[in-house]
């Protein structure tokens, strides 16, 4: 079986930052992450040439970011079967409702799985999870990481209570 395989693409080097949590999910679980700058308005051949390959080259999802008016997500979705999700990005004045608002509100027929406003670690989370369908050994990875994070909340509700008491 092939390695597991997510792109990343984001409408400028503007959205990297808000970007470096996913790829450093996918990192963690051993997933290739393919990153790219693509602008659905600015290189529109780019995008659509992208999303038609994107099977054929090995990437099983596509992680879509984008601010503004965020038509990346739901442009490569229409030109792939693969699954889309998309990550609304905060960049403009409007607090990345604008972002959110034009991913999530895609019409019927081209889904856009879309995470919180900059929930770029949900993304990769998401789609290891989607991975994990096919790759057994993700999932038991995914079991650890969820027993680790349920640990780490045990920890700071005994320190809280520690401190209450302390008051
Ligand atoms: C969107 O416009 C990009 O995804 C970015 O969030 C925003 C601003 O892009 P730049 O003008 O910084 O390149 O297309």
């Not at 308005?41 to 659509?48: C, S």
């Not at 792939?80 to 027929?109: A, C, E, F, H, Y």
Request: hydrophobic share 45%.
């Amino acid at each position: 079986m092939s390695n597991p395989k997510v792109a990343i693409v984001m409408g400028s080097d503007s959205d990297f930052d808000k970007l470096k949590g996913c790829i450093g999910v996918l990192k963690k679980f051993g997933v290739e992450a393919d990153v790219n700058v693509i602008s659905a308005h600015r290189t529109p051949e780019a995008a659509e040439k992208f999303a038609k390959s994107a099977e054929e080259n090995g990437i099983e999802i596509i992680i879509a970011a984008a601010g503004k008016a965020a038509h990346l997500g739901g442009v490569l979705a229409a030109f792939t079967t693969l699954p889309v999700i998309g990550v609304p990005i905060k960049s403009s004045t409007m607090d990345g409702m604008d972002s959110l608002l034009s991913m999530v509100q895609m019409p019927k027929g081209i889904p856009v799985a879309t995470v919180a406003i900059d929930g770029g670690d949900n993304a990769g989370i998401l789609a290891v999870q989607m991975l994990s369908l096919k790759y057994e050994h993700l999932k038991e990875q995914l079991k650890t990481f969820k027993a680790d994070m349920a640990r780490e909340v045990e920890e700071k509700n005994q320190k809280i209570k520690e401190i209450v008491k302390s008051l």
